[in-house]
């Protein structure tokens, strides 16, 4: 579906104006205040490896960085040539050329809630809490705990003191906005009747029959298992004297994204969905009061030859007619055929680019050009470190 | 491309699922075209709510029913439905109750938020229930021919599908085990295949091997890989392989570009030649995805590249193309 002849070429073509804001993310990183980067944005736009590679450029300069990355599939790793990452930072061997360190890790979620319920209550409760089929099921399978913890995990780094800096993945959500909502989301839960009514001390399911919620009850009952109903009062007892810390903590680490030290960093392609979502994550930014920094946009693709306008269209459609196998001819109109695909894509792209800056001009955009290859190793790390921050 | 298995039972519940970015709810629609292509009637869920298959069909945001989206060639219709997790949380307590106060009371108490938030993964317990309930409706006579559904991406998807198994465990008796224990049979079925929409690509085409070891693992089925946005061959091997090797014949290529008006001299020159050497190292990576994929043993369907956003007259091209390369039917 390639369209080598179809898409004019335009005034666009090799001659694009590039737009006047730029985000400095040298400067950001460079900065001793710059305490927490935190980058978002949607699925598949090179959240991970942006995030790595800016850990990777601050650590260069002399900078103590820690990269957090919350990702089943372990890019991360494979970014960083890690056989293996796990829920502590592990230093990263970058080399001589290094002035600072660079420690990555890979968030577990269960370790971490599992650790965060030790921290909070005795070892016998603890270990009947572990033991509740409710509590395993939310600590491991459900989705959505992963950002609640990937919040939690940010919040100990930061509290060590440890890095200078620290650079925090998002989990691979639906939305960049989950993550944002996660520890509001578990505030919300704690403020809801429902979990009130069910707390209640030494009440519990059996309560709720005896005070006029029998029929309520009887069909909460009869629809959720009285098993489960059981195991989730049970675990909401045995929980009840951790909300207020877990609360208090998940407040803390919201506080810590509005701290002047903290900034985000937005990534997406130069596509409708990435750049909508972006969009969206920037209004919603500006709403919390947390400071965006700047977009990162990726994987752009300026073309390597400039010829004048209309001449690409005009040699292709030569090349395109003339049915010769000769070497030459081979080439040449491999190389055309090529050149203005680049073209139609680097129009378009500069297009949504446009269409983004139009609406929210205030917005720095840095546009990272697709590399050759995909980034699997210190040396890819590097090389888009030097592009995001020349 | 050979069909599929002929022993095996039609699929009529077709999962897709693939990295963010690769294009899985496009391949979605696409396949549910193709799926309707003939006569057939075909549903297509959203299970993100994220209003992408509207905004693919270039329509105002779907409600929680189920409406005709499109027609198919030969008389057949696509119709979709965007789940809405709400609705479908009061629609499971009326399944089970006549639920008319409770269901109120229920929202009025925060039950919604309790369920969505104390239990993040009831949302897919609720879209798989829902899901199961459009593929078997009608009994003996299905009500849709087939079921595509959008869903979650390759690092979700197994949760999303296991969803029940942990479910059923969880609530040990009730009705609530037996709907988990029924969803779960359906997925687990050989009328279910999950199918992955990949780039060739290392990170997308690394992370659907993942999940293709993740899925055989919870003995969920796999059916295609879906290799979209494949750039169509530009050089013979010949070339191809001098060019990766970084041999570019500058001086030919310098003739023939002047053949067609192009005066490529100097930095011109250097950069065309740079288009096509790139061009061969990506061709070569690609062949590598390629093969990695092939080692699965599962069958590739490829779609090609668009320079642009995808439109509505290229899904149905799209369609098409999934149709001569067989749609796992």
């Not at chain 1, 919620?213 to 489960?228: D, H, P, S, W, Y």
């Not at chain 2, 995805?289 to 668009?306: I, K």
Request: charged letters at 20%; aromatic letters at 4%; a negative charge.
């Amino acid at each position: 579906m390639t369209k080598p002849d179809g898409t004019p070429s335009g005034p666009a073509s090799g001659t694009a104006r590039e737009p006047a804001t730029r985000f400095d993310a040298g400067a950001l990183l460079d900065d001793p205040a710059t305490r927490i980067i935190v980058t978002c944005g949607s699925g598949g736009v090179g959240k991970t490896t942006t995030a790595a590679a800016m850990a990777v450029r601050a650590a260069d300069a002399g900078r103590t960085v820690a990269v957090l990355t919350i990702d089943p599939a372990r890019r991360l790793a494979q970014s960083l040539g890690l056989a293996e990452l796990d829920n502590t930072p592990r230093r990263v061997d970058l080399g001589d050329a290094a002035r600072g360190e660079l420690w990555a890790m890979m968030l577990d979620t269960r370790r971490t809630f599992d650790d965060m319920v030790s921290a909070h209550t005795s070892p016998e409760r603890a270990a009947q809490i572990m033991a509740n089929p409710f509590y395993r099921s939310i600590s491991s399978s459900f989705s959505g705990t992963q950002e609640y913890m990937a919040m939690e995990k940010l919040g100990q780094l930061a509290a060590t003191g440890t890095w200078d800096l620290i650079v925090v993945d998002t989990p691979p959500s639906r939305s960049a906005l989950d993550f944002l909502d996660a520890p509001q989301r578990l505030a919300a839960f704690l403020d809801g009747r429902m979990i009130r009514l069910l707390a209640a001390p030494s009440r519990g399911v059996m309560k709720l029959v005896g005070v006029g919620f029998t029929l309520f009850a009887k069909a909460v009952t009869a629809v959720i298992g009285g098993q489960m109903l059981t195991d989730a009062a049970r675990f909401v007892q045995l929980f009840e004297d951790m909300f207020g810390g877990f609360r208090a903590r998940a407040e803390t680490t919201y506080a810590l994204l509005r701290d002047p030290g903290s900034s985000f960093v937005v990534v997406a392609t130069c596509q409708a969905d990435a750049l909508r979502e972006a969009a969206y994550f920037a209004d919603r930014l500006t709403s919390e009061r947390m400071p965006l920094a700047g977009l990162i946009l990726n994987r752009t693709h300026p073309p390597l030859v400039e010829l004048p306008p209309k001449l690409d269209v005009s040699a292709l459609e030569a090349a395109e007619a003339d049915p010769s196998k000769a070497k030459s001819a081979v080439l040449a109109r491999a190389a055309l055929q090529l050149h203005t695909n680049q073209v139609a894509l680097h129009v378009e792209e500069l297009r949504m680019r446009a269409r983004f800056e139009g609406a929210r001009p205030e917005i720095g955009v840095i546009p990272v050009p697709a590399l050759p290859t995909d980034v699997h190793d210190l040396a890819g790390l590097r090389t888009l470190a030097t592009v995001l921050a020349p | 491309m050979e069909p599929m298995t002929p022993a095996r039972p039609p699929v009529r519940l077709h999962i897709v699922t693939g990295k963010g970015g690769t294009g899985k709810t496009t391949v979605a629609a696409a396949l549910a075209l193709a799926l309707a292509t003939g006569g057939k009637r075909v549903l297509l869920i959203e299970t993100e709510e994220r209003q992408a298959i509207a905004q693919l069909f270039d329509l105002p945001p779907l409600p929680y029913e189920e409406r005709r989206i499109a027609l198919a060639p030969g008389g057949g219709e696509v119709r979709a439905l965007a789940i809405d997790v709400e609705a479908a949380l009061m629609e499971y307590f009326a399944m089970f109750y006549n639920l008319g106060f409770a269901a109120r009371t229920l929202k009025r108490l925060g039950a919604v938020e309790f369920a969505t938030t104390l239990a993040p993964g009831l949302r897919d317990v609720l879209i798989t229930g829902k899901i199961k309930e459009t593929v078997t409706r009608g009994g003996e006579k299905p009500m849709y021919d087939a079921v595509v559904v959008d869903a979650p991406p390759t690092g979700r998807v197994v949760t999303f599908l296991g969803v029940t198994v942990a479910m059923a465990d969880l609530a040990r008796r009730g009705p609530i085990h037996n709907q988990a224990s029924g969803v779960s049979a359906l997925l687990h079925s050989a009328e279910t295949a999950v199918h992955l929409v990949t780039l060739l690509e290392d990170m997308p085409v690394t992370e659907t091997i993942e999940a293709i070891g993740q899925l055989k693992e919870a003995e969920l089925p796999v059916g295609s890989i879906i290799v979209n946005q494949v750039a169509p061959a530009r050089l013979p091997d010949k070339l191809l392989a001098e060019a990766e090797a970084g041999t570019v014949d500058t001086a030919a290529l310098r003739r023939g570009l002047a053949g067609y008006g192009v005066t490529a001299a100097g930095a011109t020159l250097t950069a065309f030649a740079d288009v096509i050497r790139r061009y061969a190292e990506q061709s070569a990576d690609r062949a590598r995805c390629r093969a990695e994929l092939a080692a699965t043993g599962l069958p590739l369907l490829d779609l090609p590249a668009s320079p642009t956003a995808v439109e509505l007259g290229e899904l149905y091209e799209l369609a098409e193309l999934l149709v001569a390369e067989g749609v796992p039917a």
